[in-house]
């Protein structure tokens, strides 16, 4: 049989099935790499479990990793949200790793800001979201609570994944949307056995019959160990038209003489910032 995972949560999963029943599933084998959004090859095994048995090809993977392990956090996704809000105050670096991964996998990224409705936090808010606005990232400012619709448009038609930190209204924003997802998030959590987790596994929820929405668990970190530094140096998107200009064809960019990006850093065509959240985060990427 074919289906495809609607949740995941350590080795358990749940794949509804071209019928539209959902059926709780293991991996076959000790290794698992499946993700929420996949399509799979699965046997039925008894009533209410099956194996998974093969993962289709993919059109895109999310994931995170660092030097021991990676986390995935969806697959055949063609959009990532990533949602920060007023407050709490929410990392740059963050963001930045997020955005690097999308880029990565050539998945269109979008900016939500949530919490709009803290007009006294706004300004300073928008003053930090600036550099990525200057980069050509979409920003969508709204309050998960009023106008969590003004999210909608541009979820049609795509297999969207939210992800940000704790605390930015995720959830919120995901029970404004569909108002079911509260109830379908108790019936996996009862699927996989884990009441007391509702919070922490992927849960693909289905909008319409051609747009979708994974919900992700909330990120304190964003590991790209599975990225050398030229992936990481093309990922940012400002970077590229300076690119194989260095002096030195080995450039790190670091304080080498006739480096593009750092003139190009003193002429203001990058961001001061940006560069240096490049050096913070190619500081922990592998050596390539």
Known sequence: MEGRVIA???RQYVVQLEDGSRLPCFPRGKKSEIACGDRVILQRTSEDQGVIEAIAPRSSLLYRSNEI???LIAANVDQVIIVVATEPGFSDELITRALLAAESEEIEPLIVLNKCDLVE??????EQLAMYAQQGYRILELS??????DLRPALSGHTSVLVGQSGMGKSTLVNALIPEAGAATREISTALDSGKHTTTHATLYTLDDSSFLIDSPGLQEFGLGHLDRQEIEHAFREFRP???DCRFRDCRHDREPGCALTAAVAEGKIDA????LYH?????????
Do not use: C, M, N
């Open 8 to 10: 995941a949560h350590g």
């Open 69 to 71: 392990r990676q986390k």
């Open 121 to 126: 936090k706004l300004p300073a808010a928008r």
């Open 144 to 149: 998960a609570r009023a106008h969590a619709e």
């Open 242 to 244: 300076f690119l194989g």
């Open 273 to 276: 910032r940006r560069f240096a």
């Open 280 to 288: 913070r985060i190619v500081g922990t990427a592998r050596s390539g």
